[in-house]
């Protein structure tokens, strides 16, 4: 198996991303129950928790990527780097202007 | 009681998405459809975000396995990942039935896909070892307790076949592993289980992709994705620990049988 130190560390990320929205999850559930059933007046709490797990989530496959483009600039691999950087930019260029 | 449900929903799914290498997203956004009442388009944004969380827990144990080729899945995301992020946009302006019916179609396509290659007398794939790129990748198989070597082949089209996967996991809420798995294993001559590994890492990022213009237009549900995400991240973990145990060819016919019942369930309510 090549690059096995660059795979341990995308392994770290998406495990440790995971355990974190499993909490957030668990959390927002309870939160979600106890508010419906108690009347409670902690706002929009859970709908906030929620949110935050999913982009949580959301986040974690480009961290990876842009983790597997360093770990490659350093073998000089030009290509690949340029157009994961395209990408990014169309991204958030994307978000930016509310396509 | 729909907390319960969405819940063993999401673990059902999560646990079938990890065993076949898809995102679970082609089973989530019908049922939601079809028992839960969802929007077509809620239903997708949140097929989307399960798709993420199955990638996001399976991950970890298929990359230390040596079953994702990363070099492979960047190069193939690069094209996938803007052609997710149009399906998205497009996704948001076509109308629900529209979306159902196309759903139906192209789920029926794959399935037909499968079919063959099941009725095949030798599912054996010849892999590439002769030559070495900047591709070539090995991992060990526990069946044969042997070190695989291969080379992927065809790469450029398979990441045009992989854009178009993305731009329907964008526009349908399914993950495009569909699409990739069978493109990655027959035509660039990938092991199955690297393919259907790949192909799981590769889908998070395409339907991460895709979700951003769901977000952007206020279709999601978050607690509702995030109810079927805590399923779908304890059914892939238990569908990932089941991984190596199931043999390739059950794998294409269990594949095949779930997408024709759902291909015709989606169609019927797009017509109706």
């Known amino acids: 198996m090549i690059d096995r130190p660059l795979k341990e560390k995308i392994a770290k990320l998406y495990s440790a991303a995971t355990k974190i929205s499993i909490v957030l999850a668990v959390i927002s559930i309870i939160l979600s129950v106890a508010m419906q059933t108690l009347h409670s007046a902690l706002g929009k709490a859970d709908y906030y928790l929620s949110y935050t797990a999913v982009l949580i989530l959301a986040a974690t496959p480009f961290i990876g990527i842009t983790l597997a483009v360093f770990h490659y600039i350093t073998e000089k691999n030009r290509k690949m780097l340029l157009f994961s950087v395209l990408i990014m930019i169309i991204l958030v260029a994307g978000i930016f202007f509310k396509i | ?272």
Do not use: C, W
């Open chain 2, 1 to 272: 009681m729909t907390l319960i449900l969405l819940l063993i929903v999401g673990f059902v799914t999560g646990a079938l998405g990890a065993l076949l290498g898809i995102g679970g997203g082609s089973v989530i956004v019908p049922i939601l459809v079809i028992f839960f009442n969802f929007p077509m388009h809620t239903a997708v944004a949140t097929g989307l975000m399960t798709i993420v969380a199955t990638s996001a827990a399976v991950v970890p144990i298929n990359i230390l396995k040596g079953l994702v080729n990363l070099r492979m899945a960047i190069f193939l995301e690069t094209v996938t990942v803007l052609a997710a992020f149009t399906g998205g946009i497009i996704g948001n302006h076509t109308n629900e039935h529209v979306l159902e019916i196309s759903f139906g179609v192209i789920l029926f396509m794959i399935a037909m896909l499968y079919v063959r290659e099941s009725l095949k007398k030798s599912n054996e794939i010849s892999y590439e070892t002769s030559s070495v790129s900047l591709f070539s990748d090995s991992y060990f198989d526990t069946d044969t307790q042997a070190e695989i070597k291969y080379t992927p082949v065809k790469l450029k089209v398979a990441a045009a076949t992989s854009a178009f996967a993305g731009f329907a996991s964008g526009t349908l809420g399914i993950g495009g592993g569909v699409i990739k798995v069978p493109v990655i294993n027959l035509l660039s001559r990938v092991p199955i289980k690297v393919a259907i590994g790949t192909s799981n890492f590769m889908i998070g990022l395409t339907a991460a992709a895709g979700s951003i213009p769901y977000m952007l237009y206020g279709k999601t549900s978050p607690t509702t994705s995030i109810t079927m995400v805590l399923g779908v991240i304890f059914g892939s973990r238990f569908g990932a620990s089941k991984f190596q145990k199931i043999k390739d060819k059950r794998l294409r016919i269990l594949f095949a049988a779930v997408l024709t019942v759902i291909a015709a369930q989606m169609f019927y309510k797009g017509v109706k």
